[in-house]
C-alpha cells in the first residue's frame, strides 16, 4: 500500500454472495432443523420510483412429511420461522451474516446462477472485524 493510499479511509465494503453458497449458509443456521425442512433460496426485485431497486432476499422453508411440533421447535430455536413471510427468513438471515448495516446493491443471473452484490459502510465493517 502506498503512503498516499494509507491516508485514506474507503467508504464501503463489496461482498458477492452467490444464491447457492447462502443457501448453504441457511442450511448451517438452521443447524438440527435442516433435516426437517426444505430450505428454497431466492429473490424478488421491487421497483422504487426514483430511487433504485429494493432486492429482497427470500428463505422459504417447508415442512416435510410426518413434521412434529418436536421439529418446529428445533425451526424457531435456529431463528427461522416455517410460519413466517419468506423475506422475512431472508431478511434475518442476513441479518445474521453482514449485521444490520447492510444494503443488497444488486442481484444478477449469471452462467452459473444468481448471486447478490452487497455493500456496507467501512466503519461498519471494520467495527465487525476488530472488535
Given at each position: 500500500?502506498?503512503?498516499?493510499?494509507?491516508?485514506?479511509?474507503?467508504?464501503?465494503?463489496?461482498?458477492?454472495?452467490?444464491?447457492?453458497?447462502?443457501?448453504?449458509?441457511?442450511?448451517?443456521?438452521?443447524?438440527?432443523?435442516?433435516?426437517?425442512?426444505?430450505?428454497?433460496?431466492?429473490?424478488?426485485?421491487?421497483?422504487?420510483?426514483?430511487?433504485?431497486?429494493?432486492?429482497?432476499p427470500?428463505?422459504?422453508?417447508?415442512?416435510?412429511?410426518?413434521?412434529?411440533?418436536?421439529?418446529?421447535?428445533?425451526?424457531?430455536?435456529?431463528?427461522?420461522?416455517?410460519?413466517?413471510?419468506?423475506?422475512?427468513?431472508?431478511?434475518?438471515?442476513?441479518?445474521?451474516?453482514?449485521?444490520?448495516?447492510?444494503?443488497?446493491?444488486?442481484?444478477?443471473?449469471?452462467?452459473?446462477g444468481a448471486?447478490?452484490?452487497?455493500?456496507?459502510?467501512?466503519?461498519?465493517?471494520?467495527?465487525?472485524?476488530?472488535?
Amino acid at each position: 500500500m502506498t503512503d498516499y493510499l494509507s491516508r485514506l479511509e474507503p467508504e464501503e465494503v463489496r461482498f458477492f454472495i452467490d444464491v447457492s453458497e447462502f443457501k448453504s449458509i441457511v442450511l448451517e443456521m438452521l443447524g438440527e432443523a435442516q433435516d426437517v425442512v426444505q430450505v428454497d433460496v431466492g429473490y424478488e426485485t421491487v421497483e422504487n420510483p426514483g430511487s433504485s431497486p429494493l432486492i429482497r432476499p427470500m428463505v422459504q422453508l417447508t415442512e416435510i412429511s410426518r413434521f412434529t411440533e418436536e421439529d418446529r421447535h428445533k425451526v424457531l430455536q435456529s431463528g427461522f420461522s416455517i410460519d413466517r413471510v419468506p423475506f422475512d427468513n431472508g431478511d434475518y438471515a442476513m441479518e445474521q451474516i453482514f449485521g444490520t448495516e447492510y444494503m443488497i446493491t444488486h442481484a444478477e443471473e449469471d452462467d452459473d446462477g444468481a448471486f447478490f452484490t452487497i455493500e456496507m459502510p467501512y466503519r461498519y465493517y471494520h467495527a465487525l472485524t476488530n472488535p
